[in-house]
Nanobody, 124 residues
């Protein structure tokens, strides 16, 4: 089994910062693309930032210049540093990763996995 465990959410005032972390554990062969998504009430889940296995990031336009994504391949972790937070950033944030495992059949397979979500609330 594979588990993604997030930490670091909370309540912060506008202009403040938070740091989200996600640790991947389990019967892992490889961890490929990793990223953070968010879902605000009444809205669809959206990509916030992603990072390739080689460390190349991509960001939603709404967070460019404010958020930084990074990963540690040795520790199977991905981190999202969020600065200059705004009320519009309020959402549940989910960690996502494309992970290679050997399934029950013994064949290598790559699937996407999700964390349980962590609440980020930015007050005005």
């Amino acid at each position: 089994q594979v588990h993604l465990v997030e930490s670091g959410g909370g309540l912060v005032q506008a202009g403040g910062s938070l740091r989200l972390s996600c640790v991947v554990s389990g019967s892992i062969v490889s961890v490929n693309e990793m990223g953070w998504y968010r879902q605000a009430p009444g809205k669809q889940r959206e990509l916030v930032a992603g990072v390739s296995k080689g460390g190349y990031p991509n960001y939603a336009d709404s967070v460019k210049g404010r958020f930084t994504i990074s990963r540690d391949n040795a520790k199977f972790t991905v981190t999202l540093q969020m600065n200059s937070l705004m009320p519009g950033d309020t959402a549940v944030y989910y960690c996502n990763a494309w992970i290679g495992t050997y399934g029950s059949s013994g064949y290598y397979t790559v699937d996407d996995y999700w964390g349980q979500g962590t609440q980020v609330t930015v007050s005005s």
